[in-house]
């Protein structure tokens, strides 16, 4: 069997002169020319001494060649390893050095300053490649042959390596095969019921798991279509939504969407699904747009190291505030964080899941790997959930967000659900900060509307009637916005520095 995901995903393109990339300037990259120009990338991947299990970094700008190169790597049988553009050189010193790719493609803008660490980091080949798909690993790939046996690996071979966020100690890099990521594209094929006939509306970065793995893997396996926008773009998204059939998003997708007028059921009747994912839905957002528009968001559930875990259903009832159910062939269970035993419905508990879709392993890391991993195979997630009587799954938080005061366990989630119902509250994030007399003071931050005549006292007033004492805030803090990483999550970390001196 060819257990190559470069083979599996685009098993089902049958007709090499479909499109399969556009773009947002009107180019058209067909199932051919993909395969063509994927062809060309693996020869110079290859003709450069890549093998099987050697890495590729790459740290460039979206475009449809770095979704291409992505492909190479796949037929070259390396490990793909995407970094944020964003990242400083310093930081790029940091993966290069854990990772030690063969290869590694950047910007053309930054090969000066990424020169010497590649040097002296031993990594055998620097190329380029900028936004519009020029760059040295293009000119060279010009002159390579357009033939290529793709590489016949091992189901548990890897295909990619994609680094966490690291915002506790430093970035881990999860190991993910090529079995991991087909099973779970074949799967959300299904789950979502794509076809050839769907049209992709990808705005989403393509150096995380939603962008490459999920909307990618997803419209390669389908025979399907993307138009590839290189970031969100209001006016970008109203040009091409009627060209779509399905939009992927984060949360802020959606917020910033209700707030343009010409959003309607006229606008959106055509489309076939909305899907969100990466960070909570807002219940409120869920339901302002369905009242807008008709359609009801799917919102889905899963992480750098599992792919994705559950989804609501396709057909069925999605459910405000819940990631719905675990997908066919993965396992979900509730268990106590303490001492791992099984918890029943309604009970919160730490994640844990088990599949095809769950990783290999965190690289270079052995005892983080043992530690994260159940003797029975159930990777431990982090993030606490439960399941209600009906089977859907809710993410209650992680578990390192979970607050414990007077040595009572707050969940954040519950609380800032409470919040965001006040009058005159945006969005709110609740933290645990250190405090004298009862270890971690409940402590909101809180995004207020314009104009809002909201207080602390009158948070804490409405609050007061609804939930248990020690649930209650002892500090409300307001701010204008919620510093978010670039898949729209709260960093609840950056905020628990900010204020951990507040009760001091």
């Not at 189901?155 to 890099?173: P, Q």
């Not at 995380?208 to 993307?226: E, I, K």
């Not at 791992?340 to 769950?358: D, F, R, T, Y």
Request: hydrophobic residues 40%; proline residues 5%.
């Amino acid at each position: 069997m060819q257990y190559n995901l470069y083979t599996q995903i685009l098993s089902r393109a049958s007709d090499r002169d479909a499109p399969c990339i556009r773009t947002a300037d009107g180019r058209v990259y067909t199932y051919g020319d993909v395969d063509t120009l994927s062809a060309r990338f693996a020869n110079v991947l290859r003709s450069r001494g890549v093998v099987i299990g050697d890495r590729v970094a790459v740290q460039v700008e979206k475009s449809p060649e770095a979704i291409i190169l992505y492909l190479a790597c796949l037929r070259a049988g390396a490990a793909f390893l995407p970094l944020n553009p964003g990242y400083t050189t310093a930081e790029i010193e940091y993966f290069v050095d854990d990772a030690t790719p063969h290869i590694f493609v950047c910007d053309p803008q930054k090969r000066k300053d990424l020169a010497p660490i590649c040097e002296s980091l031993n990594v055998a080949h620097l190329l380029t490649l900028d936004a519009n798909g020029k760059g040295t690993l293009t000119e060279f790939a010009a002159k390579a042959e357009t033939d290529y046996e793709t590489a016949a690996v091992e189901a548990t071979d890897l295909a990619a390596i994609l680094y966490t966020s690291g915002t506790t100690g430093r970035s881990k890099g999860a190991m993910l095969t090529h079995a991991n990521l087909a099973s779970n594209a074949r799967t959300l094929v299904e789950y979502w019921q794509f076809t050839e006939s769907d049209v992709l509306l990808h705005a989403l970065p393509i150096f995380h798991t939603h962008g490459l793995f999920v909307a990618t893997n997803v419209v390669l396996t389908a025979g399907a279509s993307m138009i590839f926008l290189p970031k969100f773009d209001i006016e970008e998204i109203r040009k091409n939504l009627p060209q779509a059939t399905t939009l992927m998003g984060v949360p802020t997708f959606y917020t910033r969407l209700l707030n343009e007028e010409w959003l309607d059921r006229s606008s959106t009747d055509h489309m076939r699904l909305f899907i969100s994912g990466s960070a909570p839905l807002l219940a409120e957002t869920h339901k302002a747009w369905t009242a807008r528009t008709g359609h009801h968001i799917l919102e889905r559930y899963g992480m750098t190291e599992t792919n994705m875990i559950s989804s609501n259903p396709y057909d069925g009832d999605r459910l405000p505030g819940s990631v719905g159910f675990p997908l066919p062939g993965v396992s979900v269970r509730i268990t106590d964080p303490a001492s791992g035993a099984l918890l029943q419905s309604g009970e919160v508990g730490m994640i844990e899941v088990k599949g095809p879709n769950v990783f290999k392993g965190y690289w270079r890391m052995p005892d983080k790997t043992r530690a994260d991993f159940r003797e029975d195979g159930y990777f431990i997630t982090g993030d606490l959930g439960q399941f209600d009587e009906g089977g859907y799954l809710s993410i209650v938080g992680r578990n390192k967000d979970l607050v414990i005061t007077g040595g009572y366990n707050v969940y954040p989630k519950e609380l800032e659900e409470e919040i965001d119902q006040i009058e005159g509250v945006v969005e709110s994030a609740v933290i645990g900060v250190p405090h004298p007399d009862f270890g971690e003071g409940v402590t909101a931050v809180v995004v207020a509307r314009k104009g809002s005549t909201l207080t602390e006292d009158s948070v804490i007033k409405a609050l007061d009637a609804r939930l248990a004492k020690y649930k209650l805030p002892k500090r409300v803090i307001f701010v204008e916005e919620l510093p978010r990483n670039t898949m729209a999550k709260v960093l609840k970390n950056e905020l628990r520095k900010t204020y951990a001196d507040l009760y001091k």
